[in-house]
């Protein structure tokens, strides 16, 4: 299956880079239409066309950096195990190419869920309800990264200083209570939404700058910023409100993303332990660790429907399945859903799934859960509803956590899962040289996750371990 992995790539190189207005730059276009091999002369999307994320985040005429980091991930991997060189320059153009003019005054780079680069105007822009041009002399106060952690190791290999500074300013304005590690998702130091997953995502970012400067600080910081949210938790059952700044629908409940908080602790705490760990660090990484442990496992205790094999999409508190009419399409709904597309509904799954394996020797709720998780895949890989939309990025998830399950337990059925559920995603979105983003799609849409496919691909059939990194 690698071969379609390399067509798509080879097809993103030689078709996909903007070329587009005056200026020609080596990023990647973030909507491709796979028979023009450029894009879409008439970008109108149908009627009834359910977007992915909400407002532009798709990046319409433009470059989505953020959404392009599991793909250029992959590049550098396939680089790896084909021994050719070309994909991991191409990568490197993009990011060296990024980082020098798509970085604001601050030093927070201009990408995640509110700005993009407009290939057609060769200008970095931004949107709330509107899309208007942004000034890199300005500092870009609505900075987000959620869900993924940029693929700093590469990023900080092409151009150090920029992400030192990247990582020191989001740290800087995203806090609006730096003695108590309050945080917001956007940089803007006021107090609005401290989601779980942008929380993780800092807290992560810090841990991989620390591994580069020895700054003890950033390491202080992230602790905060992980203390912060475990405070805002049941003591009784230990689940986690998902956003404690806000009287919303997500202050008052916790979802399956507690799993992504958790999984991203436990890899923040692997980019801490690859240099020599001090005492104090150490003591850092065991309390996250617990923290993450009681946190996923509280969902795992209290989440789980044994009547349907299923586990809910809100918890109270208290432990209580929470089974309101959904306010909004931007939550999970009754049950946790592993082929929820939209962004954002704090529906993780498989993040929930990739936790339980970090401590999957600690506790039997660890194991049951895992094996719970392996089984409610299996059974929605193989159902196949009429209406049903299948998005890259689901495929990609499910196919790594069956994968690494199976690896880590030895149920090889669940590679054998893996490998079909491999097999149909190729089917359904070859659209040859390229690889579009859902079932039906037309087009190649970066938001759509064709790079966490392509990583869970290299991962299945390759065993190299760094394919999991983004996951």
Sequence with gaps: MIKHIIA?????IEFGTDHYGPVKTPMFMATIDPVTRSYPEDDTRPAGFKHRAYRYIYAPKGCAVYWDQPTLKALYLLSKVTSQPDYARAADDYMAYFMQHCTSSSGVFIWGNHYFYDAYQDCNVGFGEQIKPVDPARHAGLHEMRPYTPAWDEMYRVNPQAVTKAISAAAE???????????????????????????????????????????IGLIELADKMARYSYQHRNEDTCLIINNPTVTRWDGSVTTTEVGLWAHYLEKACRWIEREPVRPEIKTIC?????????????YFKYGYDERINRFFGRLKPDGTPDLSKRSTLYQPGTYSNPWEYLFPTHDYPLLLGMAALDHLAKDTVFEEGAARLAQ??????????????????????????????????GESHYRQTALCLAEEAIAQLERPPFLVGHTGAKWYDAID???????????????????????
């Excluded at 730096?178 to 942008?198: I, P, Y």
């Excluded at 996250?288 to 009681?294: D, L, S, T, V």
Aim: negative net charge; proline residues 1%; charged residues 20%.
């Design 8 to 12: 798509h790539a080879d097809a993103l």
């Design 449 to 471: 996750g064709v790079g966490y496919l392509m990583l869970a691909i290299l991962y299945l059939e390759t065993g190299e371990i760094a394919a999991l990194q983004m996951f």
């Design 376 to 409: 409610i895949v299996k059974e929605e890989a193989c159902h196949h509803p009429d209406d049903q939309v299948r998005y890259a990025e689901n495929y990609g998830r499910m196919i790594a956590y069956l994968a690494l399950y199976a690896e880590m337990t």
């Design 173 to 215: 304005w995203h806090l609006f209570d730096v003695q108590n590690g309050g945080f917001n998702r956007h940089a803007d130091k006021n107090r609005s939404c401290a989601f779980l997953e942008a929380g993780a995502v800092l807290i992560e970012s810090l841990a991989f700058l620390y591994s580069k400067t020895g700054d």
């Design 286 to 298: 065991r309390s996250w660790r617990e923290m993450a442990a009681k946190a996923a496992g509280a």
